[in-house]
């Protein structure tokens, strides 16, 4: 069993629309959830990261987590064909952070 | 903002030869620096975290003299793939954490993308 599983994708969504990627994760110890955008040929760039079971908002992106399902996911609000890039999860334990595969979302326009 | 560099971008090398990246925090001073490595279409694995002033903590697997780490300043890590072959040519990314702060507070470099023929 993978640590942290992410449908590798591709996820196609048409511009406007909400994204929803989703990531599970083993390690019940994992203290803190962090989402990565990554471009082609680039490094990751963080989104946003959550602590708590519940939702989190920050502008077009809500991060959900549920700990009791080891379950985080994200939420991309009216997507733009900039949101198009690889989306890493990464669960943290004593700030190790452990990365999905990731998964590939393309915006239509 | 928080800016962390790496140096080369990209490089070529012989098998056989070592390569050495640098991996600097350009305007916050950098405690804890991580290494990862990306092959194609996997994700990101973290090869070893860097803590300046002393050894570097490798992962399991992951060949410490194959791979020497040096923290000399708050400012600096660099990585040396000592000997490299094909096999290790990869996406090497470096991230610092500025303090104080915790994951949240960990920026990544560029990248160095390594090619050994």
């Known amino acids: 069993q993978k640590e942290v599983e992410q449908n590798s994708g591709p996820l196609s969504v048409p511009e406007g629309a909400i994204a929803s990627l989703n990531c599970t994760y083993s390690?019940?110890?994992?203290?803190?959830f962090f989402w990565y955008r990554q471009y082609s040929g680039k490094s990751p760039e963080l989104i946003m990261f959550?602590?708590?079971?519940g939702d989190k908002e920050d502008g077009r992106f809500t991060a959900q987590l549920n700990k009791a399902s080891q379950y985080v996911s994200l939420l991309i609000r009216d997507s733009q064909p900039s949101d198009s890039a690889t989306y890493l999860c990464?669960?943290?334990?004593?700030?190790?952070?452990?990365f999905g595969t990731g998964t590939r979302l393309t915006i239509i326009p | 903002g928080a800016v962390v560099s790496q140096h080369p971008s990209w490089v070529i090398c012989k098998s056989g030869t070592s390569v050495k990246i640098e991996c600097r925090s350009l305007?916050?001073?950098?405690?804890?620096m991580f290494w990862y490595r990306q092959f194609p279409k996997q994700s990101l694995m973290l090869m070893a975290t860097?803590?300046?002033?002393?050894?570097?903590?490798?992962e399991q697997g992951v060949e410490k003299d194959k791979f020497l780490i040096n923290h000399a300043s708050l400012t600096l890590s660099t990585l040396t793939v000592t000997s490299a072959h094909p096999e290790d040519s990869s996406f090497y990314i470096c991230?610092?954490?500025?303090?104080?702060?915790?994951?949240?507070?960990?920026?990544f470099g560029p990248g160095t993308r390594l090619t050994v023929l």
């Open positions: 991230s610092a954490r500025r303090e104080p702060g915790g994951t949240d507070t960990q920026y």
């Open positions: 390690d019940r110890g994992s203290q803190s």
């Open positions: 959550i602590y708590s079971n």
């Open positions: 990464a669960p943290a334990v004593n700030e190790k952070l452990t």
């Open positions: 305007d916050f001073q950098a405690t804890t």
């Open positions: 860097s803590n300046e002033g002393s050894k570097a903590t490798y």
